[in-house]
């Protein structure tokens, strides 16, 4: 088997919490708590959980945006968080990132043309008399007109600067891009739009995505395989199909039970949840579940459950994974 | 495959509106505003009278052109000094003078202040508390008495008048920086954390690229407007130097060493053509770019509007 692109391996990020006249530490928002997954090349890994359980986090530390706390993470071999600022910065343009807000990040006083082909200048990847034809054909394949390389992003609509986002992205001629809920910022039309883009580019550049979502149906669409977090950890991956058909942990039911389904004569038999999600600062013992689980019992309050593979390539965390 | 999810029109025709950056934007605004055009409109004259009016004056700096300490005539349209220059000649070369020392001042200051408030801000830490400090230092001393010091040394090591006036300008630059310092730096605090500078962070873009493409141009709208109203500034605080004889010198013209001569109590009650017209062109000056500098700051900065 070939080396995966990508090795996420026990990986941490706690954001201290500071209080106090001296500012002392006094405890540990755990954002991100101990994810492990590999990523193969052409692959399209999907992150799906509810706001503030580390998706976004996780995303960023891999791509170092943020420090670890622990644990490694492995590009190709190379351990990124080791690397110095100087390596780092060599490495950047294999690894990308598509973010959420399409408004807030482009810089408002740079235009097109800059911003999407000032990178590859500042690496010496491409020459200055040459980065116009580049940016025009990356803006073309991102279905964007040539003739846009001189505005300035306010004159853009919310897809349309999404896109710009992409091919920012896309002109560094990345193999991994983690893609931050690029699409949730956006109307439901233009959400379509962008991910079918997303999904040919992968199609065509042979792309690894990690994609980050609320959103089970647009992972769906576009992911093969697929993630669940809850509150900084990863309580269940499993293949697109599998984790469809045959959910084993009740946190997953529970968000594929709340997934609309377009059919007024079907009854919904809807899992909801009680209570809100606990505070990463101060997690529930044992499983972080069991506070809102159906299904506890005494030994969840107190045993951490292992992140085990119970089928072919199918990970969960439960004590009880399929027998409810 | 891009027609399958194309939306937007792919003709490779430019269409006739021309892309209109923020700049282009705050100028229209700009434009717009009454009292700020005015401020230019004053201000453009004056640069156009002490440039090109000198050069359409019979006299010269240099020679007696008259009889001495005579009021306006038809010859001399503002009258003579105490050594019968023409008064008139000597405004207008005092304010390119002063005019240049506002510029120069300004732009030393921006520069300085820019540049050290940009570190500070992206680099944060130690880079941050030194220059910070240092600023806070420069803020502490008293401008005058310091200027007033030094001007007395730069008379002492006899520093020729037409040299001394470069030494000034860059004098009233370097004092002036810690406020634009202090300000750029708590615009690039805020700035550093925004989305697009994460991107260019993944992006690998230089610190340099990343300074001064991405930081430093969303902060000029701040700047323009300090820096505007700092030529105003430094124009006056030059008139007081000179005033005090410390700053611009004799023979050199500038507007404040003309005002002195309101020192003396004879000139001050007999011969207000001696000082009134440069302080008339101070005023007026300081006026005109303090309005501009307010004009400019409702067209860059929208938030700031009530």
Not at chain 1, 8 to 16: A, T
Not at chain 1, 45 to 63: A, H, P
Not at chain 2, 66 to 78: D, F, I, R, T, Y
Request: net charge positive; proline share 7%.
């Amino acid at each position: 088997m070939t080396e995966p692109l990508l090795e996420v391996n026990h990986l941490k990020k706690y954001f201290p919490i500071q209080g106090g006249i001296m500012q002392r530490t006094v405890g540990h928002v755990r954002a991100v708590d101990d994810i492990t997954f590999t990523l193969n090349k052409g692959e399209a890994l999907g992150l799906v959980g509810e706001s503030g359980c580390g998706k976004s986090t996780t995303g960023r530390t891999i791509l170092r945006l943020l420090e670890k706390t622990e644990g490694t993470v492995k590009f190709k071999g190379t351990d990124l968080h080791e690397l110095s600022r100087k390596e780092l910065r060599a490495m950047r343009p294999k690894m990308q990132l598509v973010f959420q807000d399409p408004y807030s990040s482009l810089n408002p006083r740079i235009n097109v043309g800059t911003a999407i082909g000032e990178a590859l200048v500042d690496h010496g990847l491409v020459s200055k008399h040459e980065i116009r034809d580049r940016v025009k054909e990356i803006l073309s394949i991102c279905g964007l007109a040539p003739y846009h390389i001189d505005r300035y992003p306010h004159e853009f609509s919310g897809g349309q600067r999404q896109r710009i986002g992409i091919a920012r992205a896309l002109i560094m001629n990345p193999e991994f891009i983690v893609a931050d809920e690029p699409v949730s910022a956006l109307d439901v039309s233009i959400q379509a739009q962008i991910i079918n883009l997303l999904s040919d580019l992968q199609e065509q550049k042979n792309l690894t995505y990690l994609f980050i979502s609320h959103d089970l149906s647009v992972v769906e669409h576009l992911c093969n395989r697929i993630g669940v977090m809850y509150l900084g950890s990863m309580v269940e991956m499993a293949p697109r199909e599998e984790l469809f058909a045959r959910p084993l942990h009740p946190y997953t039911k529970a968000l594929l039970s709340a997934i609309p389904v377009p059919d007024p004569t079907r009854k919904s038999e809807r899992i909801v949840l009680q209570g809100d999600i606990p505070s990463p600062a101060n997690p529930p013992s044992g499983c972080k579940f069991h506070t809102r689980c159906p299904f506890a019992k005494e030994i969840c309050k107190q045993q951490v459950p292992k992140y085990e593979e119970m089928a072919s390539n199918h990970f969960v965390a439960c004590h009880f994974a399929g027998e409810f | 495959m891009a027609q399958a999810v194309d939306t937007t029109s792919t003709n490779a025709e430019m269409p006739k509106t021309k892309p209109a950056s923020p700049w282009t934007l705050a100028f229209r605004q700009l434009r717009r505003n009454k009292i700020a055009m005015s401020g230019l409109i004053v201000i453009i004259m004056m640069f156009l009278i002490c440039f090109v009016g000198p050069f359409l004056s019979p006299y010269s700096l240099e020679t007696m052109s008259g009889p001495s300490n005579k009021g306006p005539s038809a010859s001399h349209w503002l009258g003579t000094d105490k050594l019968g220059r023409d008064i008139l000649l000597r405004v207008m070369l005092a304010g390119r003078i002063s005019l240049l020392v506002g510029l120069v001042a300004m732009m030393v200051s921006v520069a300085i202040g820019s540049t050290l408030g940009a570190l500070a801000g992206y680099y944060r830490g130690w880079v941050d508390t030194i220059i910070m400090r240092f600023a806070d230092i420069m803020l502490s001393i008293p401008a005058l008495p310091l200027l007033i010091i030094l001007g007395a040394v730069l008379s002492d090591i006899q520093v020729p008048p037409d040299q001394r006036i470069y030494l000034v300008m860059f004098l009233l630059g370097f004092m002036s920086w810690p406020g634009l310092a202090r300000l750029v730096r708590g615009q690039i605090l805020t700035l550093r954390e925004q989305e697009f500078m994460q991107a260019a962070e993944v992006l690998g873009l230089r610190d340099k690229r990343k300074i001064f493409r991405h930081l430093i141009p969303n902060t000029i709208p701040i700047i323009i407007v300090v820096a505007t109203l700092s030529v105003a500034g430094a124009i006056l605080m030059e008139s007081v130097l000179s005033y005090l004889g410390i700053g611009v010198v004799p023979p050199t013209p500038s507007w404040g060493n003309m005002i002195s001569a309101a020192n003396n109590l004879i000139d001050f009650k007999k011969r207000p053509w001696l000082w009134i017209p440069p302080g008339v062109c101070i005023f007026m000056t300081v006026i005109a770019i303090n309005v501009i500098g307010d004009g400019l700051r409702d067209a860059l900065d929208p938030k700031m509007k009530k």
